[in-house]
């Protein structure tokens, strides 16, 4: 079993709070440890379990997918329902269990018992799945009797019990008090082309809502659920602040910049946070020798055993590169390509983990093969690995054409490796230039393969000095990225989107 997790609970089995503060239900995909697929897995769990630290009666609904069937055997539902839909009502059961503090319900219904992925790459695939999940989970709170005062969803997965509350859905007293956050953790997923799964659920497109909605609202945006979401939300949060400036742009904004800037006062952006206990190098169980910022001479140990893992040559006085990362333009991969030629061709080293775009999985394929003492490639995902990269080598490259937050970057610092960034979204917002007082990294601003190689030549000029390269480790290490100040500006975000409601009703 899942450490912290324990099925039932000790509440009022109605699901009548215990503590007193206001009522959150938090609506994901994913959620670490349950199951986790992307970064939104990660905060999903953290996120709420920090909340109720505050006094907050936050609860998580995820879907029951057949994959999370072991954790309720032999367990009796919370509560039986019903979701309405064209085709007559749909039967719907949840069930709940706890992560340490924390009440998580468990969503089943025959829209979600057969999908063999919890994604696909069209999201036609998935929306009926979704869109049964998110409606059933605000059902689940009407039948337990459990009144939200926040319901807070993230991406476009969720967004539909968002969309449901704004055009109607708080006509019915249960829940009329109650105040939406939708979270925007990656912009250009918006749930597009799913008209059919709106009408089955009796969800009607934007042109089919009375009144019409804001005048910005783009017309082909109809039929995609995350904009529809958004248009009715009373906050919109993402997950850093430059990326809330930046979805306002024509770069960033998919299409949506004109309605979102439309909406400018209520994005928030309130960068995620990360579990400093998770990823600690003095306990981390995947890296070889411990240590921390007080004894980081013991990290040596770990670079050499990562050169030797990958059977790098020589002596290893040039700066060992790390990439842990998805393998996509988004993270600006392709630019890296040549840069890393040219580094190894000059003596350096790179190691890389990671999978995804097949022309540039195939591209750092090649170039291991073509320099087998200068570079190492593992194509997929192994923690253990991550771990002993983090941990083993010099610098972490992350040359994001975008990045919404990025924990990549702040688990690099936590190891002692100081990352090399693209001056965008969360990445601008956690890693401070080694020009600047108390820097921990090398931001550079244009996205291309020349910036790259220009801010990695400055990291090894850095990297020549020890003394000021363990300065620069040590102060990266000391950062507290950890989720107790997220959490109370979400608290405070919450507020916020209460009052909006309140406003939006007189």
């Not at 009502?89 to 919890?118: K, M, S």
């Not at 969800?203 to 804001?214: C, H, I, N, S, Y």
């Not at 979805?247 to 952006?269: H, K, M």
């Amino acid at each position: 079993m899942v450490r912290g997790l324990r099925r039932g609970s000790p509440r009022d089995r109605t699901g009548r709070a215990t503590r007193s503060g206001l009522h959150v239900l938090f609506l994901a995909a994913e959620a670490d440890p349950f199951l986790k697929v992307g970064g939104l897995g990660d905060v999903a769990a953290a996120l709420p379990v920090q909340l109720r630290k505050f006094g907050l009666d936050v609860r998580l609904a995820l879907p029951l997918y057949p994959q999370l069937q072991p954790l309720i055997q032999e367990s009796r539902p919370l509560a039986r329902f019903e979701v309405s839909s064209s085709e007559g009502p749909i039967a719907a059961q949840a069930f709940e269990i706890q992560l340490d503090t924390l009440p998580v319900y468990l969503v089943d219904g025959g829209p979600i018992r057969t999908g063999d992925a919890v994604y696909h790459s069209l999201p036609q695939e998935d929306a009926s799945k979704f869109l049964f999940f998110s409606l059933a989970a605000l059902e689940l709170t009407r039948s337990i009797d459990w009144v939200p005062d926040v319901v807070h969803a993230n991406d476009w997965h969720t967004a539909a019990s968002i969309y449901w509350l704004g055009i109607g859905g708080r006509k019915a007293p249960f829940f009329a008090r109650a105040a939406t956050v939708l979270t925007v953790h990656n912009l250009p997923y918006l749930g597009t082309g799913i008209g059919s799964a709106l009408a089955l659920y009796g969800l009607p497109t934007a042109g089919e809502v009375r009144g019409g909605l804001d005048a910005s609202f783009p017309e082909w945006a109809g039929e995609a659920i995350l904009p529809l979401g958004l248009a009715c939300a009373d906050l919109i949060t993402t997950v850093s602040p430059s990326y809330a400036l930046e979805i306002l742009t024509s770069e960033f904004g998919c299409g949506l910049e004109r309605f979102l800037q439309s909406r400018a006062d209520r994005i928030l952006g309130i960068l995620n946070g990360l579990d400093m206990e998770k990823w600690d190098p003095a306990t981390d169980p995947d890296v070889g020798t411990h240590y921390d910022a007080s004894h980081l001479q013991r990290r040596d140990e770990n670079r050499r055993a990562l050169r030797q893992a990958f059977r790098l040559a020589g002596e290893g006085r040039e700066p060992l590169v790390g990439i842990v990362s998805r393998l996509d333009p988004q993270k600006g991969l392709d630019l890296a390509l040549p840069v890393l030629e040219e580094w190894v061709n000059q003596g350096g080293s790179a190691v890389v983990l990671g999978a995804g775009d097949r022309s540039l999985e195939e591209g750092y394929r090649a170039l291991a093969e073509r320099h087998p003492n200068r570079m190492g490639t593992v194509l997929g995902y192994n923690g253990q690995l991550a771990s002993q990269i983090y941990a083993g080598a010099d610098l972490f490259l992350m040359p994001s054409r975008y990045e919404p937050c990025g924990l990549s970057q702040m688990i690099a610092m936590r190891y002692g490796c100081p990352p090399v960034v693209r001056a965008t979204g969360g990445l601008r917002d956690t890693v401070r230039d080694v020009s600047a007082p108390r820097g921990t990294g090398f931001v550079f601003e244009a996205a291309t393969s020349d910036a790259l190689w220009q801010g990695l030549t400055r990291a090894r000029e850095w990297f020549e000095s020890a003394n000021r390269w363990r300065r620069l480790q040590r102060t990266g290490m000391r950062q507290d990225f950890g989720w107790r100040a997220p959490a109370r500006a979400y608290l405070s975000a919450y507020r916020q989107a209460i009052r909006n409601h309140r406003q939006g009703e007189t």
